[in-house]
């Protein structure tokens, strides 16, 4: 399908997918020409084409770098609706709601944890619950977990959890408002129950790294990096919690799309105007799931913390891990934009994309204002990371939006045959990388050759101007679900 | 369009089949898993998608049927009523930490169906679980009437 259409060359980085049939928009992708080929080799220029339909959708129907075949929406896919004639669709931010990634440095050096990696990653393994309905040490009651979907990881700090101080590097603080706990179903409860504080399985990980190279000195200052410091990234979400949310209002969104009369060229593009009824449950129990996820980051960045003094034997001072910024990349949420230089609110869906808001934003961190908020984009776990921050070429082009992550190059199937016969925890331990797994099948899905190299994604961003880059980090250890 | 149909993998044991039929293929998806199952009738469909499911999450030659549940799943449509029987099952396996291995449609009609399940609590000791099913997509879900019986496809959000 993705062969058949007609790309138009817009710049080295930018391709366009002209209007069509029944598209409202244009559809872009950010990539170079040498990606292009591998991108059309599926069907997310197409997912992309389709999402351009949704009624309201304002300026283009976008597509990051790193974009994959998903589910109605492409992964890398960021759209903007209306609030008055557009849509929201829990498509377009995902079962995994509010997934994302928590950067933390510390004041240790790569030589001082080297020799001890092994001994941490088994300790980080035993804190931090992965894997398969992985039931974290925190259970809590339904009555408490309404409280944890309205206080997000303010509700984790004021349990002990962490500090007041992380709260200010998290994206909206940790807690968004709006959340309705009401419009949340039995099921979900259940299914957050005994999932807080868990990294949950596929491609969600935590990594021990250290910064391997600096980009942009004046960036790194202010974020406090500096060359081969250890650093730890937390990748993860809203567990079974946001799941079952994304579930249940796919279902109720399908008998919406009746209702409203209106026409898809995909079912699970789902939707229903922003201003209905069953719009706003959605929002009101989605953003219950982006204040789970926040809370369950930060119990586990907390429960990192202990493993690295339980690890190391020290305490946490002179180890020093803290939070340097935290951003969602599977959300939907009201954002005021420019379009045709009038400032406008609109709802932006980000479906493995992440907010990218220029130097001088207010909701960029006081300290970091100078630079642009803080971009964290995790590659695979044998090669890189990178730290990025926003620009006002995002603010201008893509509702202040940049790329995820590398994107998988292969499919699960085809990884597990490529690491047929080899021992891919050995291959990664021979290049001073510590991996656990909750099973080898989990580690081998994982290779890294799975994945595209994540370079060229944030390459391309930063060559197109939508972000800028700050530092790479590579990793030690990982623990993957 | 890439989906890549892969070589039978899984083989069910299955009792009552005059035909050899490809029942279940694996499909390709760039970040997740998809399966073609092919039955006879309609209950053997949603029976083998169901151990088909079972089969992706995780080892179920150590698991006995010491627990029995009964449960019913209603839906406007048949595509519907398919995911949300799939997404029942994957629910109480989560919920209720079991694995389930044998799956038995007692009825399947008009949007509604009813069925018993056995399998065992989750032992981490004697149990491999492999992977988390996030959900049952309604991406590229087809489940429909062909010449062998009855066929489905559908794609998991791992």
């Not at chain 1, 993860?236 to 079952?244: A, D, E, I, L, T």
């Not at chain 1, 913390?305 to 803290?322: D, M, N, P, T």
């Not at chain 2, 029942?88 to 009825?107: A, G, K, V």
Request: hydrophobic letters at 40%; one cysteine or more.
């Amino acid at each position: 399908m993705g062969n058949d259409l007609k790309l138009k060359k817009i710049s080295d980085y930018l391709w366009e997918i002209p209007k069509s049939g029944k598209m409202q928009v244009p559809a872009r992708i950010y990539a170079t020409r040498h990606m292009l080929p591998k991108i059309l080799s599926d069907n997310a220029p197409q997912q992309a084409a389709n999402v351009a339909h949704l009624p309201g959708i304002v300026n283009y129907s976008m597509a990051m770098p790193d974009i994959h075949w998903g589910y109605g929406f492409p992964i890398g896919g960021v759209a903007a609706f209306d609030l008055d004639r557009g849509v929201i669709s829990p498509g377009g931010v995902g079962y995994d709601i509010n997934c994302g990634v928590r950067l933390m440095a510390s004041k240790l050096t790569r030589d001082q944890i080297a020799p001890r990696m092994q001994n941490l990653v088994a300790h980080l393994f035993d804190s931090v619950p992965t894997g398969v309905g992985a039931s974290g040490k925190l259970h809590v009651k339904n009555k408490d977990l309404q409280r944890v979907v309205a206080g997000g990881a303010k509700w984790a700090v004021s349990n002990g959890y962490g500090s007041e101080s992380d709260l200010e590097y998290i994206e909206e603080n940790g807690r968004i408002d709006g959340f309705e706990p009401d419009f949340v179903s039995e099921k979900a409860y259940k299914r957050g129950q005994k999932q807080l504080g868990t990294l949950g399985s596929g491609n969600h990980f935590l990594e021990v790294g250290y910064v391997a190279e600096i980009y942009d000195e004046q960036a790194a200052s202010a974020l406090g990096l500096f060359p081969d410091q250890v650093t730890v990234i937390i990748h993860c979400g809203s567990r079974g919690f946001g799941y079952q949310v994304c579930d249940d209002f796919l279902a109720l969104m399908d008998a919406a799309i009746k209702k409203y009369g209106i026409e898809l060229p995909d079912r699970q593009l789902a939707c229903a105007p922003v201003q209905s009824n069953e719009a706003q449950r959605y929002l009101g129990a989605m953003r219950c799931a982006i204040n789970y996820a926040f809370a369950n980051r930060q119990i586990i960045a907390h429960n990192t913390k202990l493993a690295f003094e339980a690890a190391l034997r020290q305490g946490s001072e002179k180890i020093g891990l803290r939070t340097v910024y935290e951003v969602a990349h599977n959300i939907a949420k009201i954002e005021m934009h420019e379009v045709n230089g009038k400032k406008t609110k609109l709802c932006v869906h980000r479906k493995g994309a992440t907010r990218a808001f220029a130097p001088g934003h207010t909701e960029v961190p006081q300290a970091y204002r100078h630079i642009g908020q803080p971009v964290l984009i995790p590659g695979d776990m044998g090669r890189y990371s990178y730290v990025l921050v926003g620009t006002e070429t995002a603010m201008q082009e893509t509702f202040g939006s940049t790329c995820h992550g590398a994107g998988r190059a292969m499919s699960r199937n085809k990884a597990k045959k490529v690491a047929h016969g080899r021992d891919v925890r050995q291959e990664l331990e021979e290049q001073g990388i510590y991996v656990r797994g909750a099973s080898r099948r989990t580690i081998d899905e994982e290779i890294p050759e799975a994945y595209k190299d994540v370079s060229e994604v944030v390459d391309t961003c930063a060559n197109a101007g939508i972000s800028r880059k700050v530092a790479q980090l590579r990793p030690l250890g990982c623990i993957k679900g | 369009m890439y989906i890549a149909q892969v070589v039978v993998r899984y083989r069910l044991q299955i009792q009552a089949i005059k035909v050899s039929l490809p029942i279940v293929r694996q499909i390709d998806h760039t970040g997740d898993i998809g399966l073609v199952v092919t039955a006879h009738t309609l209950q053997q469909l949603f029976e083998h998608a169901a151990r088909a499911m079972f089969e992706v999450i995780g080892e179920l030659g150590n698991v006995q049927t010491q627990q029995r549940v009964e449960l019913s799943v209603e839906a406007d449509d048949l595509e519907s009523l398919f995911v949300r029987w799939l997404s029942e099952l994957n629910f109480r396996h989560i919920t209720d930490e079991l694995m389930f291995c044998q799956f038995h449609i007692l009825s399947i009609a008009d949007g509604q169906l009813h069925a018993e399940i056995q399998g065992e609590p989750i032992d981490a000791n004697r149990h491999t679980i492999y992977t988390e099913v996030k959900a049952i997509t309604y991406h590229h879900l087809r489940v429909e009437k062909v010449s062998e019986g009855w066929q489905a496809q559908f794609i998991f959000d791992m």
